[in-house]
C-alpha cells in the first residue's frame, strides 16, 4: 500500500495540537478551534509561513517547526470549509 499522507508531518502537527491541549486546556478538535472563521485560521497560517520563511526554525513555545503550526491552521480552516458545504456548521 502507498503512503499518501506524510506520517512525520502529520505527527509534527499532532504535537503542535497536544502541547496546546497541555498547556492551554484546549482540547484538539475541542470547541475553541470551531468557532473560529476560516479566514483567521488563514491568517495565523500565514503568520506561521511568515516565520519560516524569515528563518526561524521552530517555535517560541513548543519548539515545533513553524510549518507544523501553519499545517494545523490550514486543516482547521478546511475542516471547517467542508463542514460548511455539508450544511454542517
Known sequence: MTQRLPLDALLAVERVLAYRAD???EIPGGEVWPSRTPEHHVRKALGHVLEWQSGVNSDHETGEDP????AARLLFALALRERRKRGNR
Not at 510549518?67 to 501553519?70: K, S, V
Open 23 to 25: 498547556v492551554t486546556g
Open 67 to 70: 510549518l507544523a503550526h501553519a
